[in-house]
């Protein structure tokens, strides 16, 4: 299997719309101890929208209309809710519905859903013996080339934070 | 990035925040460590974090779920101090009769977080005692069928969290093994951590009920805990049976980690 046609996916993305900013800036310390990641996002320009829960409505079930996105993508998620946990994320104490959520907010941003269906179609790949590489990396390589782009075009918000850490699931294991 | 799209007081608002947090500090406190730099992420969020649990743990004393991330939470700002004391250190930002008083006072810390459970979450009556009989392999090197770690739901978690307070365990005394008068009794406690923790990783492993991908969370406190165990035959090759099991899961082995500074061959 080849890397995916690269046309955007039939996901639509849903704008956020919450203008408010309630951004958090730690006070600066003085000392040598601060860590390269502590400059804040204004620092260089770029424009992080804080969440709103109202722009990641939830669906009540859990169970949201994915018909819409390709067969492929279908497939690899339905995979996730049936074989993916919060321990695969390393997290033990999962009381807020961890691995139903992430699937959920994936639908709205394409970097994390393209992140998401790599995580799944990764760790399907690695548990079939006859599973091959490029099965995962093509999804994998989207989601960081949409990442990029987000990170140089476009405004952060909490999907671009969690496309960050997902696509470290898969590099930090 | 994190910390524009948080602040301390709308995180743990929502279950979105809740998750973020859980999951950005795995690989805070991570790179923290492995770059000897302090973590990233402002100890606001952290004490928001727990205050926010031990509200919850005080509303609802009954409840396991909250008194799980109660546990977390509390470990979790442990760690941190860790990978902060150690940064400091190697950084030169600290002298060595201050570092080896924190050692110690971190190591405390670390015992009574231990000791200090909630005994709801070591209720006896959920102690899983019933293995079918089974017994270890000839070759095995821990009883992996022997009760007194493994809990049944809802308070499975307990041998995840008694498994991360080895690999933690193991991992502090031996940032302060350099400076001890004792060494031979530290490296024989990091021993019997190691132990410890392989027995708890083969019991997960051998154990029916255990959830999906505990085992690949496990392979971290695995592959630490193997660095120490003594090296004799037996060991080695079960060590090594393992860490096939590890990679048949997706997992890498590296044939050698450097901890510490120094090069541990498996």
């Not at chain 2, 991330?69 to 101090?81: E, K, L, Q």
């Not at chain 2, 017994?135 to 069928?145: A, G, I, L, R, T």
Request: aromatic share 12%; proline share 7%; glycine share 4%.
């Amino acid at each position: 299997m080849g890397l995916l046609p690269d046309t955007p996916s039939t996901a639509q993305v849903v704008p956020t719309t919450s203008g408010q900013n309630r951004g958090y800036s730690p006070p600066q310390e003085e000392d040598s101890r601060s860590s390269p990641s502590d400059s804040t996002a204004t620092s260089i320009g770029i424009n992080v929208m804080p969440y709103d829960p109202a722009d990641f409505p939830m669906h009540p079930d859990g169970k949201p209309d994915r018909s819409h996105l390709p067969p492929d993508y279908q497939r690899h998620l339905a995979w996730f809710d049936e074989n993916i946990t919060s321990f695969h994320y390393g997290i033990s104490n999962d009381i807020e519905g961890f691995e139903k959520i992430i699937p959920q907010m994936a639908l709205h941003n394409e970097a994390l859903l393209n992140a998401v269906v790599g995580f799944a179609a990764y760790l399907s790949t690695v548990q079939n013996p006859n599973g091959k590489v490029q099965d995962f990396l093509g999804y994998y390589n989207k989601s960081v080339s949409l990442l990029i782009s987000l990170l140089q075009n476009e405004k952060y918000n909490v999907a671009t934070l969690m496309t960050v850490l997902q696509i470290a699931a898969i590099e930090v294991r | 990035m994190f910390t524009t799209v948080f602040s301390p007081s709308d995180l743990m608002q929502t279950p979105v925040g809740r998750i973020c947090l859980s999951w950005y500090l795995r690989y805070d406190t991570y790179v923290a460590f492995l770059g000897s730099f302090p973590p990233g992420l402002p100890d606001e969020y952290i004490d928001s974090m727990i205050s926010h649990y031990r509200k919850k743990t005080t509303e609802d004393p009954q409840s396991v779920e909250y008194a799980v991330a109660d546990r977390f939470a509390t470990v979790r700002s442990i760690s941190r101090s860790q990978a902060l004391l150690y940064a400091r250190r190697n950084r030169d930002q600290i002298s060595l009769e201050d570092f080896k008083k924190e050692h110690a006072l971190l190591t405390e810390r670390l015992r009574e977080y231990r000791s200090g459970w909630n005994p709801m979450l070591r209720d006896p009556k959920y102690l899983v005692t019933d293995f079918g009989g089974k017994q270890p392999d000839p070759d095995d090197v821990v009883n992996p069928y022997e009760p007194g770690i493994l809990y049944d739901f809802p308070i499975f978690n307990t041998i995840l969290a008694s498994s991360e307070w080895h690999s933690i365990m193991i991992m502090h005394l031996l940032q302060g093994v350099g400076y001890s008068s004792d060494r031979d009794a530290i490296y024989a406690e990091i021993v019997e951590h190691a132990y410890a923790a392989c027995r708890h990783y083969a019991t997960l492993q051998r154990w029916p009920h255990t959830p999906k991908g505990v085992m690949i969370q496990q392979q971290a406190v695995f592959q630490t805990a193997a660095i120490f165990l003594p090296r004799d035959d037996r060991n080695r090759m079960w060590i090594r049976k393992t860490q096939a099991y590890c990679e048949s899961m997706g997992y890498v082995c590296s044939c050698y980690t450097v901890v510490n500074n120094h090069v541990c061959v498996c």
